[in-house]
């Protein structure tokens, strides 16, 4: 198979139309079968629940080269079954996870050409998603939805070396207590939009975000869970209903304990104990582990001793480990690499 002539390590994360994706339809209480399409374009009626009332759900997982040329996908059964809980929450039928996993594969199968090379550091990048078509005026979840999964390449997240970011605690809530905040859906997205237009402006990288009743403490950022580590080497990460349940944070807990022996200790972390880590940083598909240097709280500096030039040394180690699966020179536990090629 020829792939694509893409410069993969310059192609930026950015949407690049791929040949195929994969659609299936829910009607009268059922899904249809799901197929393959070149069509990238939806059509949709004006009044449809998506484009009205925002009736929709994601989900964002890669596919990766190894270093011996196969095609994998990392955990993508904890992918079905988180969208899986996020539609139950948002009143939507969702696809089994048979039917997950069968769009995985078909996608990545149809678009290998587009799979970058191992080395180059860049990934395919799947984006499952789910949402209400049918017109609704008055406010009720839809009654018939669309299972979409389309795949994009991406270029590697951070060229040359990930550099520390600088994040603000924004003044802004991104979750509300019992509200959206676990399930991943566009809706929080769009609601985070003006103030990480505002942080980017001001210079920062992006938002810390607290807690939305009493402010005090560490929820995550835009699109990212926290990891931080204390300094005797023990890994702290922050706990509450209103963060999203980050595969990559769940996977690299479960890393540095049984890989590294390290103590892992989930629980609310507050703003002002942040001084005494000695890491930090964000966690998430895009760029499996961010350094954060530095954090901004109304003008007053939080400088993490890892520092602003690379990522400290226990996130590092994890980091190598995660990503090493992912490329298949880590062996990985049992059932989190599904081969498709
Ligand atoms: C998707 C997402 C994450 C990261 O989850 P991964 O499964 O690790 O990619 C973190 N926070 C939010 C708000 C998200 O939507």
Redesign the pocket.
Known sequence: MEKKNLDWEHIGFNYHKTDYRYVAEYKDGVWGEGKLTGEADIVLNECANILQYSQQVFE?LKAYTTADGHIVTFRPDQNAKRMAGSARFMEMPAPSEEMFLEAVDQVVRANAAWVPPYGTGATLYLRPYLFGTNPVIGVKPASEFQFRLFCTPVGPYFRGGAKPLTLCVSDYDRAAPHGTGHV?ASL?YAMSLHAYVEAHARGYDENLFLDAASRTMVE?T????FVFVTKDGELVIPQSDSI?P????RSLVEVARDYLGLTVTERPVSLAELPYFAEAGL????AVISPVGKVVDHGREICFPSGMEKMGPVLQQVYDLLTGMQMGTVEAPAGWIRTIL
């Open positions: 964002g991943k929080n995550e835009g699109g990212a869970n999203l980050s595969i990559t944070r966690c998430g598909t895009a």
